[in-house]
């Protein structure tokens, strides 16, 4: 699994609809709020990722009751689940397992947590989730590559003032929250889809919260937790990403489940770069109208360009007409696409956080490695119309994040295959 490949023959038609799943960055933090109440959590539209696998796995270790994902559905019961370490195995796979540190503190007290893992994309601290915690009242030792939190009299709801907006610590915020005793602000939060789905979810199961998807958030603790029906909202970066892929293979698509309201600036982005995109009774349309021009863009937290869809657009702007600028602002070292692309013919000239990208109208196929998620997909969606073969190697890095991606694509006529060593 883990040294898959795939074989991408470039350079044909490409049409048809796309079923976007469920948000893998809204399904990890609920999958980890489900701590928080010790109930039954029934779930629909669930991305079958393997993120979120790792994350039931992670569950399961706990003590939650086994679930098993079918078309997108999951119940189980988090009753027996019991505070203890968790291991590293599981940890150095995915950031987002993190997220399981505050409903372990809010609910027993006491966690044991290693330093997440995940994309390589930067340092990644998670200094903002632990002062989160100690706002609350919780204490933590740092021990090398453990982290030790304790609460033995509970959180206490306060104010929470972030330096900036993160999203995962807005999500521990909450989530602490919603198990503290009392009133908590959150200020200068994200803003981000995903945060008001978690609201959605926590407010189900028991907690108050007003203000999701603004920068200030209030939650009022939960008194009791409920059992809990909760469906995922669609991918708004799977959505971008196939509708990136209509514009470079210049067929019509229908992202079934995409939404404009969670596009924000990249709508305005595509648009200008020359894709035509509408709701269609399903989701989206999209086509390219006319040649691809040239767009610069600096990546912001939402509903600015998101960061996650950054080597998609820069695989796009390859193939437009003149120069863009394209700028990281989240990650320090989110450009691990750009050897990968040039290789692919790309015209690309990085400088620290930003990259030069000069169209070069065509790619041609190459072996290359997928680095992180997004990058893998940057690979991808170079490959479906570059001229002749592309091999992408380590295709575990967009399992974790794409479903079914080579049967989604091949469906609407790419000439993809995987193949298993
Ligand atoms: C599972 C999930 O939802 N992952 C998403 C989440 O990651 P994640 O939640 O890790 O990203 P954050 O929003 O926290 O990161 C934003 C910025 O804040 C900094 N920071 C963050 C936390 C902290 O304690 N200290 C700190 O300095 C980060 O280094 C980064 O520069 O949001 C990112 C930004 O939209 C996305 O790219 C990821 O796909
Ligand atoms: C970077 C991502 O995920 P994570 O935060 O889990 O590493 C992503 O979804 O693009």
Not at 189 to 194: N, S, V
Not at 203 to 230: C, K, N, P, Y
Not at 266 to 281: K, M
Not at 322 to 337: K, L, N, P, W
């Amino acid at each position: 699994m883990d040294l898959d490949k795939l074989v991408i023959q470039g350079g044909y038609p490409f049409s048809g609809s796309v079923q976007v799943a469920g948000a893998k960055n809204a399904a990890l933090p609920v999958l980890a709020a489900s701590v928080l109440g010790g109930r039954r959590v029934n779930l629909s539209n669930v991305p079958d990722v393997a993120d979120v696998h790792s994350m039931l796995e992670l569950l399961h270790f706990h003590g939650a009751e086994k679930a098993v994902l079918h078309n997108g559905r999951l119940s189980f019961s988090t009753e027996a689940l019991s505070g203890s370490e968790t291991p590293y195995d599981i940890m150095r796979r995915m950031r987002a397992s993190f997220l399981v540190l505050a409903p372990l503190v809010g609910r027993f007290g006491r966690a044991r947590i290693s330093r997440p893992g995940g994309c390589a994309i930067g340092t990644r601290p998670v200094d903002f989730h632990l002062q989160a915690l100690e706002t609350l009242g919780a204490k933590v030792w740092l021990d090398g590559g453990i982290i030790e939190v304790q609460a033995p009299k509970g959180l206490r709801g306060n104010r929470i003032t972030f330096p900036s907006p993160s999203v995962g610590a807005t999500h521990t915020a909450m989530m602490a929250a919603a198990a503290a005793s009392g009133e908590t602000e959150i200020v200068n939060c994200a803003r981000e889809p995903e945060i008001a789905d978690v609201a959605a979810f926590l407010t189900a199961l028991g907690a108050h919260i007003e203000g999701a998807g603004t920068h200030r958030i209030r939650v009022q603790g939960a008194t009791s937790w409920r059992d809990v029906d909760h469906t995922i909202l669609p991918d708004r970066i799977e959505a971008a990403s196939y509708l990136i892929a209509a514009a470079m293979t210049g067929g019509q698509l229908e992202i079934i489940g995409g939404r404009l309201e969670h596009l924000g600036a990249a709508l305005r982005i595509l648009e200008a770069a020359g894709i035509s995109v509408f709701p269609s009774d399903r989701g989206l349309m999209a086509e390219r109208k006319g040649i691809l021009k040239s767009v610069d863009v600096t990546t912001e937290t939402f509903p600015g360009f998101p960061t996650d869809l950054q080597a998609q657009f820069m695989a796009l702007m390859c193939l437009a007409d003149g120069v863009s600028t394209i700028q990281e602002r989240i990650f320090d070292a989110r450009f691990m696409h750009v050897p990968e692309l040039q290789r692919m013919g790309a015209d690309i000239r990085q400088n620290g956080s930003t990259a030069i990208v000069r169209g070069v109208g065509q790619f041609h196929g190459a072996e290359v490695m997928a680095t992180d998620l997004r990058a893998s997909m940057s690979l991808v969606l170079a490959g479906l119309v570059a001229k002749g073969e592309t091999t992408i190697h380590r295709v575990y890095h967009l399992d974790r994040g794409f479903e079914d991606i080579d049967g989604k694509l091949r469906r609407c006529g790419a000439r993809i295959e995987r193949i298993s060593i």
